[in-house]
């Protein structure tokens, strides 16, 4: 079992450029979540969805975009990069039970924007 | 907005002795759960207490809620350079439906030194 695979590790863009970070996981849960890590600031939530064709906004989705065309998958777009989007980004994803929603993470994403 | 908040924000220990953490938050949850997270690393879930219940063990961890207080507290017991780590709690918030906005605080970093 792969669990929460992330891609790419570690990645650096230019301000004003556009990517996509890949989350992919084969445990068939319906949630999955994006999370950003900053110093001082905890994780947080930035969008999620809790079946495929469902997404919603978290605490700061401002500059990203996510869909959810497969159960599997739910990529992080971001379409044109600033400096403040310099963070290390965390995929999440569970079975969804409302009142238990324990979380198993990915690795991590860590994004410089120059 | 940071719902649950850690006390202290780091805590340095031998190995052998106990460490216990605290967590603050500011409105009703379903449940309150604690995650590590090693250096580098995805976040890892420890264990989850429901808000009908008041203390729950799990090998070295005790975690304790208090409802009216808003606080929870979790104790390693016998502590080992091995649990080196940062230690967050996350709330999942009642807000009266299915919520799967889990927020985390900002975590306490424990070192525990051989």
């Known amino acids: 079992n792969a669990g929460v695979t992330q891609t790419p590790k570690f990645q650096v863009l230019k301000t004003g450029q556009s990517m996509t970070l890949q989350c992919a996981q084969d445990?068939?849960?319906?949630?999955m979540s994006w999370y950003r890590q900053d110093p001082g600031m905890g994780l947080r939530l930035i969008h999620y969805?809790?079946?495929?064709?469902?997404?919603d906004q978290g605490e700061v989705p401002n500059g990203y975009n996510v869909s959810r065309s497969t159960t599997e998958d739910f990529p992080l777009r971001l379409l044109s990069a600033a400096p403040s989007q310099t963070s290390v980004y965390f995929c999440?994803?569970?079975?969804?039970?409302?009142?238990?929603?324990?979380?198993?993470f990915g690795a991590g994403s860590r994004l410089t924007v120059l | 907005s940071q719902q649950g908040e850690e006390d202290p924000q780091a805590l340095s220990i031998q190995e052998g002795e106990n460490a216990t953490m605290n967590c603050s938050y500011k409105t009703s949850i379903n449940n309150l759960q604690w995650y590590r997270q090693n250096s580098g690393r995805g976040l890892v879930h420890l264990i989850l207490?429901?808000?009908?219940?008041r203390e729950k063990h799990s090998g070295r961890l005790r975690v304790t809620l208090d409802t009216s207080k808003k606080s929870s507290s979790l104790l390693i017991t016998a502590s080992r350079a091995a649990d080196t780590a940062s230690y967050f709690c996350?709330?999942?918030?009642?807000?009266?439906?299915?919520?799967?906005?889990?927020?985390f605080g900002k975590g306490t970093l424990l070192t525990v030194n051989p």
């Open positions: 445990m068939n849960h319906e949630y």
């Open positions: 969805s809790v079946g495929a064709g469902i997404t």
């Open positions: 996350a709330t999942d918030p009642d807000s009266g439906g299915s919520n799967y906005k889990l927020t």
């Open positions: 207490i429901r808000s009908n219940e």
């Open positions: 999440a994803s569970s079975y969804g039970q409302a009142g238990a929603n324990v979380l198993t």
